[in-house]
């Protein structure tokens, strides 16, 4: 049997995130033996994850769990207990609550179902449990949630099976969703992205905590990047609109989800939530006002954030696309029309350079180096070199089918993508078509975006641009 | 050294398709005997394929080449030659038509470049090589193309790098694409979704067969279902829309990726290819009129023959989501009315049988069944045989997170769904969520759709309910 570790590693929780996110030690009340159950799941992923504070589990059994010792109640944890875990039905956990209260913890996480999304009755026992909390400044997270987690600290307070199969390696991206499952499954296609995630906070019923003051307090995360929200309805548009605003002074893309732009939507969602699904209008409004993006499914809101994580903006709406493919780069130019982008007509010198280089190459944007680079990547090599070059273009997309697949082809231009980003740091590189899961993270890593559909590429890399990034002459 | 193999398996050339998809016996001139080189790939590729015609190597220098005795001319060739393969520069192409058809052969395909895309000097040259085969009666596909596959025979005479990396499998999804890199990333695209593959065609500089031609020829094809076709240009717009009401009299949709929409995109493709786009106007009315599908990426075009090669078509708007999240349902719900496609609301009497199987669930559609079945998989199932029973629903989607990553969550409902299929034969079942390749192979081979992102999913199938399915009282 471990012993319990000492609680002072972490930092003095000090504001109401650092009791969520940065908590020196940790109860999970309900906790299970069983790690693939809800009251086992996150003991057994906070250990997996390395935390370094206190772990707590709480059984009434007391004894030996997951290699911790168990305590028979709350009260019985010889230390101080930052954060609280509740894992228990839904009458138990009001009467936890009470126990947390008086054992002077600053935060608690709830699990429980039970409570307003089942009846009147519920939501006044939640009413009540909540007052509760907010009369000892004692947070609420949930009830009805999947918990959440902190990734860098290892805190994994979550019994989502999403971590059974995949496991989340620390990064920018953060997140916080209304709905448990939503959250679970952007999480999933974010970390199969290979995206690194900072904080996942799924809210559940709201009694204390929403979405709203979740994205305040990740606009002030230092290692968040790009805020993904997922929100059915929000009691309080005036907390969202300065939360928004905030993400926004902090220059923290918030890429929205927002259902119930339709009827059939909003009808869903008072079944769903039992609440209001609020003013479209009213909503799209405010997104349009604090810059938050609005995304239509889950997909393109990783994607997005997949492109915002890299952290290079491009500062015009002005792009070049090179391609292997004159066909693809006929399909990014009309992608790139629908997105708003421009493709810039290079100076004469510059055409008449490239046409030196490939006599039957289209010296014009969108560039088609033709299937002859193959033979001679030195070709493409200079024709990059010369594009990235030009002061009119900021973005530049790379199309070479499949050959980064191909370790050959790929050592063949991998060091000239590296030279002009290292020329251009300010611009944007996007590389397009198929490369090596290997070839890929090291690309990645240097700074590039790699999409294997060029159109979505272009159609995701649009909205990176921020809104009047173009001087009006249109240089 | 391997024996030429006898010229006898193959069915008698009959049709100008089968000199081109089903030839007997095949000249590779220009062949290489390494595998990696232009004239090498094609036999490689065909010998790997397992293709029970006569294959025969032309080079000059004879001897053995890739286990296969060379010619070094057409004229040595001792049997006869339905298809010669030409991988030569352009001058020596030239004078490799004239012993084509010296030799008698019916259908040449040309890999050489150098002809009308370089210069009014070879497009003179094309067209006389083009009219000397006219005379002749011989069909010419290219020059400056790919090549062209039948799959399902092993006739893989394309030089394309793509099949280094992965391998199609015999289906029912066709592709012809005027442009090389387009129709081999997208058959790449294509392949990595598990699509199985009829013909691939790529036309290049078409100085005969074009793009319609294909897509008449394909409409009688009797193992291609759905039709890919990328198309940047189109000389005859007459012979096109014969070809797509051909196709669309055959029931056999064409997936048209046509560029060109976008003053940006026109400018590219006159680049490209030197040819006019054409009037953007008349394609679109010409493609509205003959049913063809309009495809803006390829990944939608691959996502949408996926969904056609199921071969199970809703016979209305109207479906039905269960989802194991609210959120997530709240979202196809958007995406539903987006598309165009309606969620009846179920009789009351199956609202109530759900709602007794479920108290806290959503007896509504979207229908949430909540996380409550992972403990008890039996109510998930009890619920499918009621929606799936409804007249008014032709579609049903289900998500249910990962589960069908984990076979032990898996198995608790294969059956349910396998049996909703069987009971609904002429109803379309789409899987969204997370599934093993096993489990997902296993399910598209009883029927089912799988996609992973269920947005995506709700988007795709919108497009497969044919126009006016529905019945004017919107039952």
Redesign the interface.
Known sequence: MQDTPPAAAMPAAVTPADALFRPRSIAVIGASSDATRIGGRPIDYTLRAGYTGALYPVNPRGGELQGLRAHASVADIPGSVDLALIALPADAAVQAVEDCIAKGVRAIAMFS?GFA??SAAGREQQDRMRDRCRAAGVLLLGPNCLGFMNIGAGVMLTFS??L??IWPKPGRVSMV??????G??SA??AMERGIGLDKWVTTGNEADIDVARCIEWLADEPDTGPIMA?L?GCKDMGRLRTALEKAASRGKPVLM?K???????M???T???GSDAGDEAAYARLFRETGALRM?????QVDTAYAFANGVFPRSRRIATI?????????M??????AGLK?PTPPAAVQQQIKALI??S?P?N?Y?VT?QI?NDMGLFNRILALVAAQDEVDTVFIFL???G??DSHFLGFRDALLEARRQHPHKLFVLC??YSPNNRASMEAAGFLVF?????AVQTVASLVPPGADDPSGR
Chains 1, 2 share one sequence.
């Not at 294997?452 to 979505?456: A, F, M, N």
């Open positions: 179902a999304e089942v099976t999403v059974e199969n969703s209304q709905s448990g499952a939503v679970a499954y999933a296609l997922y059915e989800l259902p119930g732009s339709s009827p059939e939507g009808q869903a969602i079944a769903h939530t239509q499914s889950m997909e393109q391609s292997i493919s004159g066909g693809v780069g006929v399909l130019a009309d992608a790139a029309a629908r493709l006599p039957f289209s014009f969108p088609d299937a193959i089918l499949q050959l697949k191909v078509g198929g294997e559909e060029p159109v979505r």
